[in-house]
């Protein structure tokens, strides 16, 4: 390990307490099909477990089964996590769900349907609204750490419902709720109320580390990231709200009915499920008479209005959970304001004086009216509507206003004592990105202190639009960029740290607020609008109603673009075909797509003005900055010592030589004059704007995977910067490959054009690195051999290897020639920071990539490495028995190659000065022994004398020397006895290269075709 990673490694430490740093680590294994359905908890059913599968991995683990839950402990987190995936579990499939996550409640607007119900109704409508199991996965990835023991539990970690969490516990365990001690990591009690707009996955973590800890006898760790999304969607809904209303002429509410599907809308931990152990048992005893009172606060449905006719109700669950109040009055505001703002919005009134008609309480109307006047509420215009922003705005901005009133009851369910709280939002939402800003709050309450509007804004843009996100974040997405941002992950152990080798995190972390006790801005604040306002807000802002929360960028993104939605935010029109005729349609339809796919002559796209530089917001601009780094564009559109982007480098291929265009937006050599259909066509069907074919060296046939979101922002990156002209260079290709309209058959061929589709069976992790290595990281264009026509072959082929402009991409899969076997850990670190102690450092084409990642967030780094690491079968870390085997590699590499003179004399004099330890420093010594060099155990030289003659340039691995090259110093001769002589002395165990002479000469040509695709 180089000193810039131990330095890095030692900076960067994941905090526990260190009364248990000797804690074991555990790993969950779910089954393949789990979920709660709104009534009950299905899942898999557990047939065996096979412990003798994970046999052969070094360490002591333990196995944990009970009921359906399996678990695995472990030294160390990563052997744990290579146990888990290496342990064969049988399970009993059960039905399949449909889906009952958030999204499926629909996000569109409905009319009022013309039923007279009464004499005084005109209308009615009736309108469902859902609330999550679990708002998110958490606020940030991190410990869950359990301590069991006869008569206490003690849990470090995160958790935003205190009390939900202590319920669930003390059913696993048995134990009083007065015996179970919740701890922020450092060492803080967590808050005794809901901190929270809902539970997240922190909760599941704990009853899973709990559950391990009580079955083996000591502390068990557990590390909360994004791979507990898989508990958020599987646990769907948890609340269930019907309201219905009539409508008099007047515009009079004249009959409200509010159902809640419980009186609880809590959902139990995974753990709890699988182990059997969810069944409601009575409290015992000794539970405190606190805990008592609090349960005793579960809310009935209440509401504020006064309707003439007016019904509400719960339906009573005698397997309810306790809640905190909390979270309840939160739901039924949300459904509550959300279900008048739909009302009011369809019946064309004004939504503060629709709630003002049925308020009969003059504080309430008073706080109302001060609020509405504070914040110079007018009637919203419509959402799209161009005068609702000023001009110079963005134009991918879309701004938004929602109200939003509640009243607290008392406890004797009496209206005076409550607290009442009005709430009016502003909110900015991008229509590419589907992001979502907080851009003023107006709050106006009649009891306790006086809220500081101005710090209530910042800590929910924090905590609701943050990177934590519980509420209008990011959930994980494959198409997503940052989840995670603030990566976390378990690093070297050292004294009083976790003992996991190899894992280290993004940023340091600042210990999570939400489990803080001390008193913060929130703390006399009334929430229970929060929800709402900013639904109707985005409602005002898109035209379109969401139902359930979290209020997602993928979800917005999503709606938006519904073809079925029009810009006003009403259902279009859809015409259906004649019965008769649709069967003849559709196979037109096929005919004429497979016809258009295949013609040869594609239609120019009309030429376009550039666009303005308004146009694009600038979170927009940095997304599609990310996505240019993704894709490595400026490292094929950028000759050497070239401007960024312009273009004019030389590609080599078996057909001919290729010059890669200027993508800058000059109008006249560029794209300025590119509308982005024009660019969403090249970039998925390889097709110019003036409608001539693109050679697939310009990677469509992967960049076609990209999402529309992630295009629209590419294309806005490109558009935003300088305009460049350039000189236009022509391709130098054998006939009949400078036939460009060929290319259409070609296509119709080996091109799907596709976007990505995830996975549903893999993990938001592999699934995120997944879209950026096919996709737009354009992995297999290198690393997968090609057949005669140029297409990338797959299947076993997959990665199994290529040669690109006389290098060699070698294999990333488990044909993998590596002395020592990669380990995701190892990816990570070659990916991300350029260099592996177990690899070296990244080199030749694989040096701008990893300069490219590098500005990419954290957690996409490490969806890549997951991913290849997958292809490769590659365990999660080094293991000690990897690293002995680099030990062993190294030691017997000392001694000199014999017979080789001629090449040991040219290494002596040039290369071990910085490649042999003498145990004399230096300031350019190679961090990692030749005897690991991936490339010197090949069966192919082209890596090894390509370095020889060109050098190598680690510039972006700080405190890493660079090596000449010797093309001008050495013979061809030269070249090949040193080569002979590295491959002798560092891979003994590798058959000696043959023509090593020739290869150099061929190596050293400036346009080399390189006639062979596969290795």
């Not at 309201?243 to 009079?252: K, Q, R, T, V």
């Not at 939003?404 to 502003?426: C, H, K, M, N, T």
């Not at 900055?625 to 960024?644: E, F, K, Q």
Request: proline share 6%.
């Amino acid at each position: 390990m180089s000193e810039g990673q131990r330095l890095r490694r030692q900076h960067h430490q994941a905090s526990i307490p260190a009364a248990l740093a000797h804690s074991r680590y555990g790993v969950v294994v779910r089954p393949p099909h789990y979920h709660w359905d709104g009534e009950r908890f299905e899942s898999d059913r557990l047939i065996s477990v096979d412990r003798s599968s994970i046999g052969s991995l070094p360490g002591a683990m333990e196995v944990v089964v009970e009921e359906d839950f399996v678990g695995v402990v472990a030294g160390s987190l990563a052997l744990a996590i290579d146990a888990a995936k290496q342990l064969k579990v049988e399970w009993q499939s059960v039905h399949q769900p449909t889906n009952s996550a958030p999204d499926s409640i629909k996000s569109t607007s409905l009319k009022f349907s013309a039923v007279k119900t009464s004499p005084q109704s005109q209308a009615s409508m009736r309108q469902q609204y859902g609330w999550p199991s679990r708002m998110h996965w958490g606020n940030s990835p991190g410990w869950v750490i359990a301590d069991y023991r006869q008569h206490q539990l003690d849990i470090w970690g995160e958790t935003v419902t205190p009390l939900a969490l202590k319920h669930d516990l003390s059913r696993l365990t048995a134990l009083p709720v007065n015996q179970i001690e919740l701890y922020c990591l450092d060492q803080t009690h967590v808050s005794r109320q809901a901190t929270g707009l809902g539970r997240h996955c922190g909760d599941d973590a704990a009853v899973d580390a709990a559950l391990m800890s009580k079955a083996v006898g000591a502390p068990v760790a557990v590390w909360l990231d994004a791979r507990y999304a898989k508990d958020k969607e599987a646990l769907g809904q948890a609340q269930r709200m019907t309201l219905e209303a009539d409508l008099a002429s007047s515009g009079e509410i004249t009959r409200y009915h509010y159902q809640q599907a419980s009186i609880i809308g809590e959902v139990a931990a995974v753990g709890l499920w699988l182990s059997g152990k969810a069944a409601i048992t009575e409290l015992r005893a000794e539970a405190s008479a606190t805990e008592a009172s609090d349960n005793s606060n579960d809310a009935a449905p209440f509401s504020p209005y006064v309707f003439r006719d007016q019904y509400l109700a719960a339906r009573s669950q005698s397997n309810s959970l306790s809640s905190d109040s909390t979270v309840v009055d939160i739901q039924q505001a949300f459904a509550r304001e959300s279900f008048l703002d739909e009302v009011a919005r369809d019946s064309e009134q004004d939504p503060i004086a629709l709630r003002l008609r049925h308020l009969d309480d003059a504080r309430g109307i008073a706080l109302i009216e001060s609020v509405a006047k504070r914040a110079e509420w007018t009637l919203p215009l419509s959402p799209l509507s161009p005068t609702s922003a000023p001009n110079s705005a963005p134009q991918d901005l879309l701004r938004g206003r929602g109200f939003a009133y509640s009243q607290l009851p008392s406890r004797d369910q009496r209206e005076a004592p409550g607290v009442r709280s009005a709430w009016i939002a502003d909110v900015v939402v991008n229509r590419i990105t589907g992001e979502v800003q907080l851009t003023r709050l107006v709050v106006g309450q009649d009891t306790g202190p006086d809220v500081d509007t101005a710090r209530l804004q910042q800590t929910l843009q924090t905590r609701v639009l943050g990177e934590a996100r519980p509420l209008l974040g990011q959930s994980p997405a494959f198409d997503e960029w940052g989840d995670g941002r603030n990566v976390l992950v378990p690093v070297a152990s050292g004294a009083g740290e976790l003992a996991t080798r190899g894992y280290q995190p993004a940023t340091q972390r600042v210990p999570s607020s939400f489990n803080q006790p001390a008193t913060d801005v929130l703390t006399g604040a009334e929430l229970s609008p929060g929800v709402a306002v900013i639904a109707n807000a985005l409602f005002d802002a898109t035209g379109i109603r969401f139902r359930q929360p979290p209020f997602t960028a993928k979800r917005v993104r999503q709606a938006l673009q519904e073809p079925t939605v029009e810009s006003t935010g009403r259902p279009a029109k859809l015409q259906r075909p004649a019965k008769r005729r649709w069967l003849a349609a559709a196979a037109l339809t096929t005919v004429a797509g497979t016809v258009a796919i295949a013609w040869p002559w594609k239609g120019a796209v009309v030429p376009i003005a550039r666009p303005a530089a308004n146009l694009y917001s600038a979170d927009t601009i940095e997304r599609g900055r990310l996505v240019a780094a993704a894709g490595d564009c400026a490292a094929c559109h950028t000759a050497d010592n070239g401007v960024a982007n312009v273009g004019g480098r030389s590609f080599e291929t078996p057909f001919g030589t290729l010059y890669s265009t200027n993508i800058t937006p000059d109008e006249v050599t560029g794209i300025g004059q590119w509308s982005y259909a024009a660019f969403e066509r090249a970039m998925r069907h390889g097709i110019s704007r003036d409608g001539s074919h693109l050679y697939p060296a310009f990677p469509y046939t992967a960049f076609a995977k990209t999402s529309d979101t992630d295009l629209q922002a590419l294309y806005a990156y490109l558009m935003s910067q300088p305009a460049m002209s350039s000189d236009k260079t022509v391709n130098d290709l054998a006939f009949p490959f400078s036939v460009r309209a060929l290319m259409a058959g070609w296509n119709t061929l080996y091109h799907d054009p596709t976007p990505f589709q995830p996975d549903p069976m893999q993990s938001e992790l592999y699934n995120r690195g997944a879209y950026l290595a096919e996709g737009l990281g354009h992995c297999s264009a290198c690393h997968s051999p090609r057949n005669a026509m140029g297409a990338e072959k797959s299947g076993k082929n997959y990665f199994a290897g290529a040669f690109v402009d006389g290098w060699e991409a070698p294999p990333l899969n488990a044909l993998s020639r590596a002395p020592v076997a990669w380990s995701e850990t190892s990816l990570y670190d070659y990916l991300r920071h350029g260099e592996s102690a177990l690899h070296g450092v990244a080199s030749g084409p694989m040096a701008p990539v990893v300069a490219g990642l590098a500005e990419l967030p954290e957690y996409d780094v490490r969806a890549i490495a997951h991913y290849v690491a997958t292809q490769m079968q590659a365990p999660t870390d080094d293991s000690e028995i990897a690293v002995a085997r680099a030990e062993q590699r190294v030691a017997g590499a000392t001694l000199s190659a014999p017979g080789l003179e001629a090449g040991e004399r040219l290494f002596d004099g040039a290369c071990a000065a910085c490649h042999v330890a003498t145990g004399v420093p230096t300031f350019s010594s190679a961090s990692t022994s030749l005897a690991l060099n991936t490339n010197i155990h090949s069966d192919h030289p082209d890596n090894v004398i390509q370095s020889i003659l060109s050098g190598v340039h680690a510039d972006h691995v700080p405190g890493t020397g660079s090596m000449p090259g010797f093309s001008d110093s050495f013979s061809n001769t030269q070249v090949a006895d040193l080569a002979m002589y590295l491959r002798a002395r560092f891979a003994p165990d590798k058959a000696p290269w043959q023509q090593l002479e020739q290869r150099s000469a061929d190596l050293r040509q400036p346009h080399q075709n390189n006639t062979h695709s596969t290795p």
